[in-house]
Structure formats: structure tokens, C-alpha cells
């Protein structure tokens, strides 16, 4: 079966994992990727990661799979040469240097775009390249806790805590792609490419903000708490003989089968759970 983007060239000069991660979901699409990486930078990336018995890291191998690669030293002429010919046949372009760095070797949107003006360039970053933070380097907790994750995410005698993966990492790779599609399809009718700046910490936001919408309108400024749900309850996970269950309880029907299968229907009664709006006032 022909993929998706199969007809799709992306120049990938991206590192770590929010733009390695993007490049990879392009891939699983169909489109050909060509990683670029610069002669003895690569080397530092890998030993972050946990290593394979081969001293192979599995991170590296897992983000960049499926992809072509070449090593290019973007900083001597000839290198610089083959990167911009590279980038006049490519569609897509994505790296998530630090603000500045593609345009001060040259490779900027406004300079590569004059050679390719159908070239789709998306930029991940911590910050964006145009905010008041824009030259601040970030990393995926950095991320988190700017976007107001962390603020939500533990108990509430506890300290914040990051998600269990590199969320904010993921969800700029994943934007980057949501974003380099809907340009795609922009292209086929206009013709033409477009720039796209996305923001790690934004990424982050867009998730906790209507989650917390409330916050508007009551000015009460969100807690952790933990698994549980602020609206419904039973909600989380419970500790039982035999190691965690997850119970989910969202519809006052759910809650009469949840006593059901407890074996408790004697309090499906019981007027301090006869409701959720009951259930969540009397939770603990």
C-alpha cells in the first residue's frame, strides 16, 4: 500500500528527542529523511543515553529509525554548499538548534527560502524564536515546569513532579508534525512553503490550560492531587491484595456498578454517595 508522505523529502537537522522525535513520526509516514549531523557533535548525544552491550544507544536508535543519514561540517564552505543544495530539493526542513544557530551558518528560513520557495522549514525550540525567552535554552523539565505541568502533577503534600516520559520533549515533536502537515496541505493549493516556530513550554500549556479552565472564572489557582479527579470519585489508583487496580468512575450508573463488583451494594443507598457531586465531596 503507497504511505502517505512517501512522496515527501525532509532535510532532518535535528539532536536529542523533540525534533528526532518529529522526524521519526515523518518517517512512519513514508517520507525519506536525511539526518544531518555535524562531524564528532553526534557523539555527546549518544553517551546521554543508556547504552546497548555494543555502547550503542537505544534512545539515538529508537528516535532516529528508519532515516538516511550523512555527516556534514556545516561551518566549512563545501559542507555549507551541500546542505543548501540539499535543502533547494528538499519539502521539509526541521531542526531544533538554539535560536540563531541556523542563521548564523547560514540556513536560515529568509535565506533558504529565496533557493526553495516551496520549502515547508519548522523550528522547535524551547521558548520560540520570538517570545522574551527566546534565547534561553531549554530542556524537556524546564519545559514541563514552565508550561504549568509540573504544578498540577503529584500529591498534594508533595513536591511537583515531571511525567514519567519526556512529555514536553514528545509533544514538540508532535506539533512540529501536526504543524508540517497542515502546511503541506497549504502547499498544494498556494504553492508555497511557510516557517513554523514551536515552542516546547507552549506545547505544555495548550495541554494544561483547558484542563484548568476553571482557573478563569474562579481565580482559584490549581493543586495536585494526586491520581485523583477534582469532579468524579472513585477515581484513581487503589492499593488491593493482590497489587494496584485503576478504577475510573465518571457516570453515577458507572458508580452503582463499581459497588456492584465490590460486592457494596448496600450503600448504593446511602445519601453521602447517592451522586457525584456527592461522591466528590465525600472522596476521602
Not at 521558548?127 to 508550561?147: E, K, L, W
Request: proline share 5%; charged share 25%.
Amino acid at each position: 500500500m503507497a504511505e502517505a508522505l512517501e512522496d515527501i523529502r525532509v532535510l532532518d537537522f535535528t539532536q536529542y528527542l523533540s525534533g528526532p522525535v518529529g522526524t521519526a513520526i515523518l518517517s512512519e509516514l513514508g517520507a525519506e529523511i536525511i539526518k544531518v549531523e555535524m562531524p564528532g557533535k553526534g557523539e555527546p548525544e549518544r553517551l546521554a543515553m543508556p547504552m546497548t552491550p555494543k555502547r550503542e544507544a537505544y534512545q539515538f536508535l529508537s528516535y532516529n529509525r528508519g532515516k538516511k543519514s550523512i555527516t556534514l561540517n556545516l561551518k566549512d564552505p563545501k559542507g555549507l554548499e551541500i546542505a543548501r543544495k540539499l535543502a533547494a530539493k528538499a519539502d521539509v526542513l526541521v531542526e531544533n538548534f538554539a535560536t540563531g544557530v541556523m542563521e548564523r551558518l547560514g540556513l536560515g528560513y529568509e535565506e533558504l527560502s529565496r533557493i526553495n520557495p516551496r520549502l515547508i522549514y519548522a523550528s522547535i525550540s524551547g521558548f520560540g524564536h520570538t517570545g522574551p525567552r527566546r534565547n534561553d535554552v531549554s530542556y524537556d523539565v524546564v519545559g514541563q515546569a514552565m508550561g504549568g505541568l509540573m504544578s498540577v502533577t503529584g500529591y498534594p503534600d508533595g513536591e511537583p513532579l515531571k511525567a514519567g516520559i519526556s512529555l514536553a520533549d514528545y509533544m514538540g515533536g508532535y506539533n512540529g508534525v501536526i504543524a508540517i502537515l497542515a502546511a503541506l496541505h497549504y502547499r498544494t493549493s498556494s504553492g508555497e512553503g511557510q516557517a513554523i516556530d514551536i515552542s516546547m513550554q507552549d506545547c505544555i500549556w495548550s495541554m494544561v490550560f483547558p484542563d484548568r479552565a476553571d482557573y478563569f472564572d474562579t481565580h482559584i489557582v490549581p493543586k495536585r492531587i494526586g491520581n485523583k479527579l477534582s469532579s468524579s470519585a472513585p477515581f484513581g489508583a487503589y492499593n488491593a491484595k493482590d497489587g494496584y487496580v485503576v478504577i475510573c468512575t465518571i457516570t453515577d450508573p458507572q458508580w452503582q456498578k463499581v459497588l456492584y463488583a465490590m460486592g457494596r451494594e448496600d450503600l448504593s443507598g446511602e445519601q453521602r454517595y447517592a451522586t457525584r457531586e456527592n461522591l466528590t465531596k465525600n472522596v476521602e
